[in-house]
């Protein structure tokens, strides 16, 4: 089983709609996790971030964290055409020593918004 | 303010010959990483580093090694290119990742 689970898609919805993007963990010991954007043909783009369980809003984005359910949500309302790229989830630990800090990534999912 | 700076952006190798990706940041961070990303398979770890003269492996290390002598470089290094080692490469620093624009590498 991988550590951290994603959803490829590809995932197609037509402009306004609310996106759903999800992750699920295996390991207890993540603390920090972070969404990030890729464009076609780009380096990955830090999105959000949130630290242990919650909800974080910056805009039309939303991140949450089940901890408990070892589960997270990245959700996009009024979604737009410039939305279109791969959104990879990503999970750090706070176990200190050198594996503070190493990122684990989902495999990311393509989402396309048609006008 | 430049980032990450990788270079070059793009390589094709013939198999067996060697080669340096060169990563630069300029946030003096401490944390810098080399990552592979393969067509629908995520962002693999190769290696990373907590700070100058200190690195350690990832999930993928074979065929590569790293030298980290100053904060601002993190070099990753290719011996004996194979074709298993065609993929993008990408360097990040910092604890949140921030990412360069790739390397795409062929080995043929």
């Avoid at chain 1, 949130?50 to 909800?55: L, Q």
């Avoid at chain 1, 408990?68 to 996009?76: A, D, E, G, Q, R």
């Avoid at chain 2, 592979?36 to 100058?52: E, H, T, W």
Wanted: charged fraction near 15%; aromatic fraction near 12%; glycine fraction near 10%.
């Amino acid at each position: 089983q991988k550590e951290v689970e994603q959803d490829p898609g590809p995932l197609s919805v037509p402009e306004g709609a609310i996106v759903s993007l999800n992750c699920t963990y295996s390991n207890s010991a993540f603390q920090y996790f972070m969404w990030y954007r890729q464009y076609s043909r780009k380096g990955p783009e830090l999105l959000m971030y949130t630290y242990s369980s919650g909800n974080k809003e910056d805009g039309r984005f939303t991140a949450q964290v089940d901890k408990s359910s070892k589960y997270i949500s990245l959700f996009i309302r009024d979604s737009q055409p410039s939305d279109s790229a791969t959104y990879l989830c990503a999970m750090s630990s706070n176990a200190g020593g050198t594996s503070y800090g190493k990122l684990t990534f989902g495999q990311g999912t393509i989402l396309t918004v048609h006008p | 303010n430049a980032g990450v700076t990788q270079t070059p952006k793009f390589r094709i190798l013939k198999i067996g010959q060697s080669m340096t990706l060169q990563c630069t940041q300029d946030m003096n961070h401490n944390y810098m990483y080399w990552y592979r990303q393969d067509p629908g398979m995520g962002l693999k770890l190769i290696y990373y580093s907590v700070g100058a003269g200190i690195t350690d492996k990832g999930e993928v290390p074979n065929g590569y090694n790293v030298s980290r002598s100053t904060t601002e470089d993190f070099p990753l290094r290719l011996e004996l290119a194979a074709p298993s080692q065609t993929s993008v490469y990408f360097c990040a620093s910092g604890k949140l990742a921030f990412f360069g624009q790739g390397t795409r590498l062929t080995v043929v």
